[in-house]
């Protein structure tokens, strides 16, 4: 069984940052890769960014310049570092998680269960 958990929402002010953190853990034979998705209230879900397990990154058009996604594979956790939020990204952020368990036939992914962030004007 794998769980994963995110952590770093909150309420702040248009122009500030955040730093959204998410790890996996349980029976985890493999990560391939990690990333974040967001839902604002009325909207699909949409990828906000993506990072493999060696590196590499994939961003939204609205997050290029403004969000920084890292990830430490050793902990098993990714992060998604905001600058300049806008009210227009305001939503629940969630986190998934590309992976094997030890147990798994296949690869799959495990989503958490979000973090709201929330930007004022």
């Known amino acids: 069984q794998v769980q994963v958990v995110e952590s770093g929402g909150g309420l702040v002010q248009s122009g500030g940052s955040l730093r959204l953190s998410c790890t996996a853990s349980?029976?985890?034979?493999?990560?391939?890769?990690m990333g974040w998705y967001r839902q604002a209230p009325g909207n699909v879900r949409e990828m906000v960014a993506l990072?493999?397990?060696?590196?590499?990154?994939n961003y939204a058009g609205f997050a290029k310049g403004r969000f920084t996604i890292s990830i430490d594979i050793a902990k098993n956790t990714v992060y998604l570092q905001m600058n300049s939020l806008k009210p227009e990204d305001t939503a629940v952020y969630y986190c998934k998680a590309d992976l094997k368990t030890s147990v798994a036939i296949r690869r799959y992914d495990a989503w958490g269960q979000g973090t709201q962030v929330t930007v004022s004007s």
């Open positions: 990072i493999t397990s060696g590196g590499n990154t």
């Open positions: 349980g029976s985890i034979s493999t990560i391939y890769a």
